[in-house]
């Protein structure tokens, strides 16, 4: 049972570069999530999609781009990497139902932005 | 801005001893309220959690305590064990599941 997998674990990027962190669960969660991780600010959420082709802006969704064309995968693309978004990238999945929704979280991707 | 105000940023407790954690919001729309673990590493994982209907729920060594009045919420660890150094986070849901996270909060258990 792989749950949430996250690829790639660690990217080194130079400023201006794009690329996409790709995030795949096996569960058939209909809620899926992005946040980074920083030192003194907790988990802050990126986007998030609550279904096949639907996605919301969370808190700091600027310089994040994402779509949800399957019910399995939600890629998190960054147009035009700077060095702020330097983090560590959590996807995670869960099923909202009755008012409780247990996320499951990947192990994360480590970003650097030079 | 931050939706749930978490406390202390970090806490070294001995063996044995009580962790506790507090955290504070705002919105009461929300209608869940999780705690999250993490591990070095590792993504976060859900420890436990709940309702705003009950003002307490324990498991095993975990304990919730929950001020609807006041809009608290608090983790207490009993008998902590070094096992038990992570990172623990305070959440805070509508219901549509949206998770909104504390800073979160790095405990270490010393032998």
């Known amino acids: 049972n792989a749950g949430v997998t996250q690829t790639p674990k660690f990217q080194v990027l130079k400023t201006g570069q794009s690329m996409t962190l790709q995030c795949a669960q096996d569960?058939?969660?209909?809620?899926m999530s992005w946040y980074r991780q920083d030192p003194g600010m907790g988990l802050r959420l990126i986007h998030y999609?609550?279904?096949?082709?639907?996605?919301d802006q969370g808190e700091v969704p600027n310089g994040y781009n994402v779509s949800r064309s399957t019910t399995e995968d939600f890629p998190l693309r960054l147009l035009s990497a700077a060095p702020s978004q330097t983090s560590v990238y959590f996807c995670?999945?869960?099923?909202?139902?009755?008012?409780?929704?247990?996320?499951?979280f990947g192990a994360g991707s480590r970003l650097t932005v030079l | 801005q931050q939706q749930v105000k978490q406390s202390p940023q970090s806490l070294i407790v001995q063996k044995g001893g009580i962790s506790i954690i507090n955290c504070a919001y705002e919105?009461?729309?929300?209608?869940?309220f999780p705690w999250y673990q993490q591990f070095p590493g590792k993504g976060p994982a859900l420890l436990i959690a709940?309702?705003?209907?009950?003002s307490e729920k324990k498991e095993g060594r975990f304990t919730i305590s929950f001020n609807k009045s006041a809009k608290q919420f608090s983790l207490h660890i009993m008998d902590s064990q070094p096992g038990d150094s992570a990172t623990y986070f305070c959440?805070?849901?509508?219901?549509?599941?949206?998770?909104?996270f504390g800073a979160g909060t790095q405990v270490v258990v010393t032998p």
């Open positions: 959440a805070v849901t509508d219901s549509w599941g949206k998770l909104q």
């Open positions: 569960m058939n969660h209909e809620y």
């Open positions: 995670a999945s869960g099923r909202p139902g009755a008012g409780a929704n247990v996320l499951t």
């Open positions: 709940i309702r705003p209907d009950v």
């Open positions: 999609s609550v279904g096949a082709g639907i996605t």
């Open positions: 919105n009461t729309a929300f209608d869940y």
